[in-house]
């Protein structure tokens, strides 16, 4: 009977010469991977050709429309031509208004003045002038005082019995108010009265202060309107 041993022994021998030509009976390459373990890919990363850079291309410069920037700059000259006109123009206006303003009230004084002057200067030799020229230079309220109760007489009466004569001079005057609507002004006017008699002797002068209002019609003719007298009194 043969022995187990030597079976099982040759057995052995059998199976690992199997194995040995196996082995050597494999075609050269990888190993395969064991039955069961994922293949491991092999990724071979080839260089990859960079593009040649190209020389830049040079664009023609662009030409810019040259009638329409002459066209908007004529226009800008023109809007800034018209602007600077308008400005002078504007300024002009108000300097002559203001002129024109300066005047007005210059005007309202001097009547002031005169119609002062007129009422206290007087000689005997031109007392009926002096007396008319004052009534002539008078409207309002004031022209319809004197036309009453013959107070242009009376007064000519009363300067022929000083047997005198009145020179006034004006210390000061200044436009108070403008009343638009009316066309009034008023003014205050200091005065200084000097009397002298047929001897030539000079009497104290007198100082007055009066408020005169003088009234521009609708032609610019200017006439004392009202005299609030003496010092100026409402």
Known sequence: M???????????ESIESRRTRRRASRAAGPAAAPVGEPTAKV??????????PSAPIALPPRQPHRAMVALVS????LI???????????LM???RHAEDVQARDQRFVDTAEQTVMNMFS???NTIDESVNRFVDGTSGPLRDMLSQDNNVDNLKAIFRDTNATSEAV???AALEKVDEIGGNAAVLVS???????LEGVNKPSQPYRMRVIVHEDDNGHMTGYDLKYPEGGN
């Open 80 to 90: 800034a031509a018209a602007a600077l006109v308008a400005v002078v123009a504007v």
């Open 43 to 52: 990724v071979v990363s080839a260089p990859v050709p960079r593009p040649t």
């Open 191 to 197: 005065v200084r009265v000097t009397v002298t008699d």
């Open 122 to 124: 007087y000689d005997q």
């Open 170 to 172: 004006i210390s000061g």
């Open 93 to 95: 206006v108000q300097h």
């Open 2 to 12: 043969p022995d187990l041993n030597d079976t099982e022994h040759n057995t052995e």
């Open 74 to 77: 004529g226009v800008a000259a």
